[in-house]
């Protein structure tokens, strides 16, 4: 196959039959460890709770315990505790929540312009970050967080599920079958 030609799909057929037949496919494809015990389990805060903040934050749950929830809306945070229950500290100020030494990672669901801002604050609390795209709004700020999650060595996934739902994918396909 001409490298030139190669388009994405075929490049995963092609690099997924390799992994198959390596052996690595099902290691690549196994979900992640669940903790030994309840102890174990990572203590999440989720910032700004609005749809996005929610959706991710039930999503979390599979994954550790929800321990803290902040939203500047006083309405929107009091719906987020009826949802979670009350066993989660309320905060109205993400500075706040970043303080506590018992959160270990941070959901970031905010307005787009301060996922930045958070990510950085976050990072340098000791917190691992997720965070709903876009994780910047200009490349100086992609530049400064880059910087910081190198000097402090936190983990930053950024959430860009939207793109693998299927109604998206759906879409996409039917414009391809279009053109």
């Given at each position: 196959?001409?490298p030139?030609?190669l388009?994405?799909?075929?490049?995963?057929r092609t690099?997924?039959?390799?992994?198959?037949?390596?052996?690595?496919?099902?290691?690549?494809?196994?979900?992640?460890?669940?903790?030994?015990?309840?102890?174990?389990?990572?203590q999440?805060?989720?910032?700004?709770?609005?749809y996005?903040?929610?959706?991710?934050t039930?999503?979390?749950?599979q994954?550790?315990?929800?321990?803290?929830?902040?939203?500047?809306?006083?309405?929107?945070?009091e719906?987020?505790?009826?949802?979670?229950?009350?066993t989660p500290?309320?905060?109205?100020?993400?500075?706040?929540?970043?303080?506590?030494?018992?959160?270990?990672?941070?959901?970031?669901?905010?307005?787009?312009?301060?996922h930045?801002?958070i990510?950085?604050?976050?990072?340098?609390?000791?917190?691992?970050?997720?965070?709903?795209?876009?994780?910047?709004?200009?490349?100086?700020?992609?530049k400064?967080?880059?910087?910081?999650?190198?000097?402090?060595?936190?983990?930053v996934?950024?959430?860009?599920?939207?793109?693998?739902?299927?109604?998206?994918r759906l879409?996409?396909?039917m414009?391809r079958?279009?053109?």
């Amino acid at each position: 196959m001409n490298p030139s030609s190669l388009n994405r799909r075929d490049f995963f057929r092609t690099t997924s039959v390799g992994l198959l037949a390596t052996g690595a496919l099902p290691a690549l494809a196994a979900e992640p460890a669940k903790p030994r015990s309840p102890n174990a389990r990572l203590q999440i805060g989720a910032i700004g709770l609005r749809y996005q903040g929610t959706v991710d934050t039930v999503v979390a749950q599979q994954y550790g315990d929800i321990a803290a929830l902040c939203d500047v809306d006083r309405n929107v945070l009091e719906q987020a505790r009826a949802s979670f229950g009350s066993t989660p500290k309320i905060y109205d100020d993400y500075r706040d929540l970043l303080k506590d030494k018992k959160i270990d990672v941070v959901i970031i669901g905010t307005p787009d312009h301060w996922h930045s801002k958070i990510a950085v604050d976050a990072c340098r609390a000791g917190k691992d970050v997720y965070v709903e795209k876009p994780l910047t709004l200009t490349v100086d700020e992609g530049k400064v967080l880059q910087r910081v999650v190198n000097e402090t060595g936190r983990i930053v996934q950024v959430g860009s599920w939207q793109r693998s739902d299927h109604r998206f994918r759906l879409a996409a396909e039917m414009i391809r079958r279009v053109q």
